[in-house]
């Protein structure tokens, strides 16, 4: 998990229970993340509403999927009963479903987004009476949508979805809305994985359209939406279609590549700044220096016991050797990683281009990979992974898919960042393989959909989405939980560590491609909280643990 706290001291720590999507169908965890820090870090410095105490975060990547979000707030109450609160939530059905299971063990629940557009049940107060909600109000948008509809002339308008078992309630819903304001309307949807079906529903709009405006009202996933932006350029529709959306998005995402690329870099620029992976690789490189004196013999011996058919699921090989122990500690933890993130493999090298570490153990494990040594894979896709990491170890690289010996030469792409010691001398290469099921974005599979083209083809296109703002005379105002700041300044301070991360410097959570719309929702949900807490313990009268166990 990934827990925060801006000081080392010896308060008591209040912590909040975070399931969020940093990955996913909708991963905008990642600004809700860096916001809540911002705000537990204020409060935290400030000691003015609950002094004594430290607010803490603590953050789990619940994918977008209820699934995984009700397991989270499970195993984590089993392990440790003392959350003040769940907070976090950020895609609908996940909060229907975690609402659920917080009521059922009396844990408050404040989510940081949770829209009903999904899930119009949310709304409901007889369903859900113990869900409360920050967030984007989603009810102007059939308003708005009759507005516009009426001032350009719509007549017809087209809901195109993504799975019809996920999008169905909420596109017939939709589909009704419209018919209610006299727009006659039809529903398609494509399979998000078969891009021949999205453009058999671009080629449909285009040949019962022709001559009519065309106004596609979207609902489903980011990586959908491009694909079907790059459909209707194939397929030879005229610029101009109305695509009309509601929710929240990433920030200006038409103009850049698909998300799941970014959340790699992400991934890999987190691991190699936090201590986990430094005491990993000190493990491993210090038992490997040990293992003999002959980096020949230490390769030899170290493949025939570890590269085997097992792959993965040795965890443990017989022997007096420090660097078995080393595999014995940190193998479950790094192969959780790897099947959690869908990765092909990950590896650990040291400064001399050594292999010292990987999950599944390929012919490639235990290999030299310097461009001038005499290792058999130093000039594939990996060499020049780690040959560009050793150059530019502050950046995360991206070597593109080419055949792979040792993966039977099946397609690879890598990504890889440098290894720092405590005094910041680079000391070795992390880096990862993508599964070959790994998606390219769009643009990058078709030569016609370049990312200026997709977003000539995008202009005009429709959000709605209901975002609240301070009055004009409230925005200079100290606010309630940050004192030195007034919703004009603290929204700056957000941006700005959105771009520096938090502290400011902190690569590990800097957040590349922020949702803006909702980078205020974890802040005002954060200082509900901390004050909520701080009426039932200074007014109210009750005990922490009282709170902790109501």
Known sequence: YFGTTTRTTTMMSLEILAPIPLTGDWPAGQTMRLAAQLAEGLINEEQRILPGFMLKHVFHDDKCN????????????????????????????????????????????????????????????????????????????????????????????????????????LAEERMQNFEDLRFTSEYKSAEEDN??????????????????????????????????????????????????????????????????????????????????????????????????????????????????????????????????????????????????????????????????????????????FKATGNGPWKDSGLGNAFEAAMASPDKVHYIDWKPYGPSGGAPAA?????????????????????????????????????LQIMAEAFEGAVNVAGLGRPTDEDLEKPLDCFKSHSAKSLSALIDDHLRTGYPAGNTANQVADPYYDIKSHAVDATCAIAKTVEHLYKTKGYSIQQIQKP
């Not at 107060?125 to 308003?143: A, E, Q």
């Not at 290894?419 to 990058?444: A, M, T």
Request: hydrophobic fraction near 35%; glycine fraction near 6%.
């Open 195 to 368: 891009w021949q079906s999205i453009q058999q529903v671009m080629s449909e709009i285009k040949e019962s359209t022709k001559g009519k405006n065309r106004t596609v009202f979207f609902i489903g996933t980011e990586q959908l939406f491009r694909k079907l932006i790059c459909a209707s350029i194939t397929e030879g529709l005229q610029k101009g279609i109305a695509w009309v959306t509601e929710g929240t998005w990433r920030h200006e995402w038409w103009t850049k590549t698909d998300h799941s690329a970014p959340q790699h870099r992400q991934w890999l620029a987190e691991d190699a700044s936090r201590s986990q992976l430094h005491q990993a690789f000190d493990e491993f490189k210090q038992s490997w220096d040990e293992y003999d004196t002959n980096v020949e013999v230490t390769r030899a011996a170290l493949q025939k016991d570890y590269a085997t058919a097992q792959k993965d699921a040795l965890f443990s090989v017989e022997g007096s050797e420090s660097y078995h122990d080393a595999h014995r500690t940190w193998h479950a933890v790094y192969r959780k990683i790897l099947y959690d993130r869908g990765y092909y493999d990950i590896f650990f090298f040291d400064a001399n281009g050594d292999l010292i570490y990987s999950v599944y153990k390929e012919s490639d494990y235990a290999t030299n």
């Open 66 to 169: 209820p699934s995984k979000g009700s397991q989270i707030v499970l195993s984590e109450m089993s392990a440790k009963d003392t959350y003040i609160a769940l907070g976090g939530g950020g895609c609908s059905k996940v909060c229907a479903q975690e609402s659920t299971v917080a009521s059922s063990i009396r844990l408050p629940f404040l989510s940081y987004e949770c829209p009903s557009d999904f899930d119009p049940r949310l709304s409901d107060t007889n369903s859900y009476p113990d869900l409360t909600r920050m967030g984007t109000v989603t009810t102007p948008v059939i308003d708005v949508i009759r507005k516009i509809g009426d001032k350009y002339d719509w007549n017809h308008i087209i809901i195109v979805s993504g799975d019809r078992s996920k999008y169905k309630e």
């Open 414 to 450: 890598f990504f890889a960042t440098g290894i720092k010691d405590k005094d910041g001398v680079l000391v070795g290469v992390y880096s990862i393989q993508l599964p070959p099921e790994f998606e390219r974005s769009i643009e990058e599979l078709q030569p016609q959909c370049e």
